[in-house]
């Protein structure tokens, strides 16, 4: 079935709709269901479907009693579980595959504490909205952010012998990733060599129509505006959906949305959408590079002509010094997977050591610097996330890492304008520049040790449920061979 956008754009709906708004929009497309979504502690999206006929106006203030928390990963326990979704206006979407169910809408909710109706601590949505309560009393009123959301699509991947067999292993376990454009699994003319997928044009990028008609569901149901898509360096089907910034909330709930129409699109397709960190050995892996900046009413407080070297100001100077302050307590929730490490590896062009810089991809900070004299550009990308991140706690984490810098008045050191990939460990150490975790547990150290600045956003309950989480995760990966020590050692 085809999934273009639908014939309506929606007009009236987005970031101005209100409950009035959406109460009639579900009635004039005779819409039988609406869907409940919320977003768990690792960034799962989950949903529940109410009859569109139950969904009253009071539901978008008082909530729908729909939620057994002690049955979502890091939420509460069995003797507490009753909880509240309350749904957001301003996130109706119409979901195009769900004609065949009656028609969908799509609300984006956030978590309540039953009984008290008071949001709730460990909801990823609720702690980015803390956020920017945060960055306000600080003074900074607007936050912008900019996510590049990179992902595969494959046409298959083949878990061998099953998948129960590599989850326990106990007889060997291996996996084959399928597509018609990698080298070992190549279709002629479709064929891209490692590395060399940047931009390709068909018959090499064999997944352009299908980015095209993810982009126009995401503009014509979802509300979100696109700023490109392309293909990515790596082969094997890596491409990259690049929306337009906005505020921090609706950034992250905009991701989201990405996420879940790119899974379910390439799903129709036949294909398989992954967003894995490193899946493929020996080209790049898929990061989210994060692009951020902090406004007092229409003024950017990143932005200062005077500036000789990137047109920065002090404060962001000082941001940027918080961001390397914290960047190795940073990679527990930016980059949360065992998989995560393979990514950050020299000569993938995924940062390994912590700098900043001007236009410079080997630095984890990095100033884009395509146009002088744009006040409105100025900002920082923050290079070292991946896409497996919680885009909420990753977004609130990024600005208060920034924001401790501003208030503390971190200056960073100096900025590198070298491959850094290419420095021997002594001028590195002479330039002051800081290696990132090598491991899921190194950061999941660094996290618990300077997790000071993530107060009181964060509250201690919800990281120590998550890292908790990550560590069972890391032990469960220790204790499984690798079809690669089989390789190395099989004949010592």
């Given at each position: 079935m085809a999934m273009t956008g639908t014939?309506?754009?929606?007009?009236?709906?987005?970031?101005?709709?209100?409950?009035?708004?959406?109460?009639?929009?579900?009635?004039?497309?005779?819409?039988?269901w609406v869907e409940l979504y919320y977003t768990d502690v690792i960034g799962g999206y989950n949903h529940v479907h109410i009859p569109a006929r139950a969904l009253e106006p009071d539901a978008f203030t008082d909530g729908v009693p729909k939620l057994d928390g002690s049955s979502v990963r890091g939420f509460r326990e069995i003797f507490e579980s009753d909880m509240i979704l309350r749904p957001d206006p301003?996130?109706?979407?119409?979901?195009?595959?769900?004609?065949?169910?009656?028609?969908?809408?799509?609300?984006?909710?956030?978590?309540?504490?039953?009984?008290?109706?008071?949001?709730?601590?460990?909801?990823?949505?609720?702690?980015?909205?803390?956020?920017?309560?945060?960055?306000?009393?600080a003074g900074y009123d607007r936050s912008y952010w900019g996510p590049e959301i990179e992902f595969f699509v494959f046409d298959s991947v083949q878990l061998i012998p099953s998948a129960d067999a590599v989850r326990n292993?106990?007889?060997?376990?291996?996996?084959?990733?399928?597509?018609?454009?990698?080298?070992?699994?190549?279709?002629?003319?479709?064929?891209?060599?490692?590395?060399?997928?940047?931009?390709?044009?068909a018959p090499h990028d064999s997944l352009e129509g299908m980015r095209s008609e993810m982009c126009n569901i995401?503009?014509?149901?979802?509300?979100?505006?696109?700023?490109?898509?392309?293909?990515?360096?790596?082969?094997?089907?890596?491409?990259?959906?690049?929306?337009?910034?906005?505020?921090?909330?609706?950034?992250?709930?905009?991701?989201?949305?990405?996420?879940?129409?790119?899974?379910?699109?390439?799903?129709?397709?036949?294909k398989v959408a992954s967003f894995m960190p490193k899946p493929i050995f020996g080209?790049?892996?898929?990061?989210?590079?994060?692009?951020?900046?902090l406004w007092t009413g229409t003024t950017?407080?990143?932005?200062?002509?005077?500036?000789?070297?990137?047109?920065v100001s002090q404060t962001c100077r000082y941001y940027i010094g918080g961001l390397l302050e914290h960047a190795r307590a940073l990679c527990g929730l930016t980059n949360p997977t065992t998989?995560?490490?393979?990514?950050?590896?020299?000569?993938?062009?995924?940062?390994?050591?912590?700098?900043?810089?001007?236009?410079?991809?080997?630095?984890?900070?990095?100033?884009?610097?395509?146009?002088?004299?744009?006040?409105?550009?100025?900002?920082?990308?923050?290079?070292?996330?991946?896409?497996?991140?919680?885009?909420?706690?990753?977004?609130?984490?990024?600005s208060l890492a920034g924001l401790d810098g501003i208030k503390r008045k971190i200056e960073p050191p100096a900025p590198v304008d070298h491959d850094i990939y290419k420095l021997t460990p002594a001028k590195r150490n002479e330039l002051d520049i800081r290696e990132l975790p090598g491991s899921l547990g190194e950061a999941l150290d660094c996290l618990e040790s300077d997790r000071a600045f993530l107060k009181p956003v964060f509250p201690d309950s919800l990281l120590d449920a998550f890292?908790?989480?990550?560590?069972?995760?890391?032990?469960?990966?220790?204790?499984?061979?690798?079809?690669?020590?089989?390789?190395?050692?099989?004949?010592?």
């Open positions: 014939t309506d754009n929606g007009a009236g709906l987005g970031p101005s709709a209100t409950v009035e708004d959406v109460m009639a929009r579900i009635e004039s497309r005779h819409l039988r301003t996130t109706f979407a119409e979901i195009p595959w769900a004609a065949s169910q009656g028609g969908a809408a799509r609300f984006i909710c956030d978590v309540l504490l039953g009984g008290s109706k008071e949001p709730y601590g460990h909801d990823p949505r609720g702690v980015a909205k803390r956020a920017a309560a945060t960055l306000a009393e292993a106990w007889g060997g376990a291996g996996y084959l990733i399928n597509s018609s454009e990698a080298p070992w699994d190549g279709n002629g003319d479709q064929t891209i060599r490692f590395k060399e997928g940047y931009h390709r044009a995401l503009t014509d149901d979802f509300h979100i505006t696109m700023d490109a898509h392309h293909h990515e360096v790596a082969t094997a089907g890596q491409q990259e959906i690049n929306i337009r910034f906005d505020e921090l909330v609706p950034a992250a709930d905009h991701v989201q949305d990405v996420r879940f129409v790119v899974r379910n699109v390439a799903r129709q397709k036949g080209d790049n892996g898929i990061g989210m590079h994060m692009n951020q900046s950017n407080a990143f932005y200062d002509a005077n500036d000789a070297y990137a047109e998989n995560s490490y393979r990514r950050l590896v020299p000569g993938y062009e995924a940062p390994v050591f912590i700098a900043w810089s001007k236009a410079n991809r080997s630095a984890n900070v990095r100033i884009p610097f395509y146009h002088k004299g744009r006040p409105a550009a100025k900002r920082v990308e923050y290079r070292t996330p991946d896409s497996a991140a919680n885009i909420y706690l990753t977004e609130a984490a990024l890292v908790e989480m990550k560590r069972e995760e890391q032990l469960q990966l220790n204790l499984r061979p690798h079809p690669y020590e089989f390789y190395r050692y099989l004949d010592l």
